[in-house]
């Protein structure tokens, strides 16, 4: 047998053997710490989109807000909303009055304009089921007894939304800040805004605004300069347990907000238009001020 016959015979061998192992043959496990860490470091991305996605398969928005590169300075702004409520910082909510059912806010001014918890917690239920999807979907928001309310209040209409309604404000701990604002009318969901405060800045500092709130404190962008008042707005954001008090401002008149657990919520009524947001200040137990949204590079300051 010559050298050619040799490799030749080598060769059917090797086909031979790769036969017989061909079911026997498994793959290198996952590196599953390697993708766990990308996972981390994406998390921040991957809930801003989804929340982005959420909110554009449920409704047409109300109006875009940015969060991103701030700029003018505060002057002086034309309104006269009046004060809402205020309450010092509650740790936790009272439970729900039905065991399927949200979590009741820390104070009863956080429900507005004649809104009763049931209602909201009705509206709740309502918009989950309407704007929701199945579960583990990515448009699976939970169940109402997930949630507890933090706001409810009257929804002023615009050229893009006509006639009034409710707004909806409720939050969940997992994930982390993770918030629905229900917009009804009539007691039918017509719209939902989701968002978590991972979507805000990694730097956040101990108060941080609702990122994607400008749906409660603005109308819609085509009506600008010609709200239609009065109308009712709010303003959300999350606090760290150092933060004793938190103030809003918009147009000339200011509030105190109640703080309920991880969250902010503040709201008034506007009375004449305006061209700056709220103005957000945070206060540590001494009184010193631990954060002011006029100087949050991330916060817009003048409304679009």
Partial sequence: MNEWDDQRELEERMRELLAEDAYTIRPSPAPYPAIRRRGLAERRRRVTVTGAALAALAAVPVGAYAVNGGDGARGADTAAPNPSASASRAPAARPSSAPDGPARPATKGQLLDGITFEQAADGLKECLRAEGGPAGSVRDLGRAKDYRIVLALKSTGDSNRPGDGVNVVAVREKPAGFRVVCTLQDGAAS???????????????????????????????????????????????TVEPSVAKVTVSYGDGSTTAALDGTWFVAAGMLNRQVTLAPHIKGYDRTGKLVYDSDTDSTYQRTLP
């Fill in 191 to 237: 719209g939902i805004s989701v968002s978590s405060s991972d979507a805000g800045p990694p730097d956040a500092g101990p108060v941080m605004p609702d990122v994607n709130g400008g749906k409660l404190y603005q109308q819609s962008f085509p009506d600008k300069g010609h709200w239609k008042l009065p109308f009712r707005w709010g303003v959300i954001g």
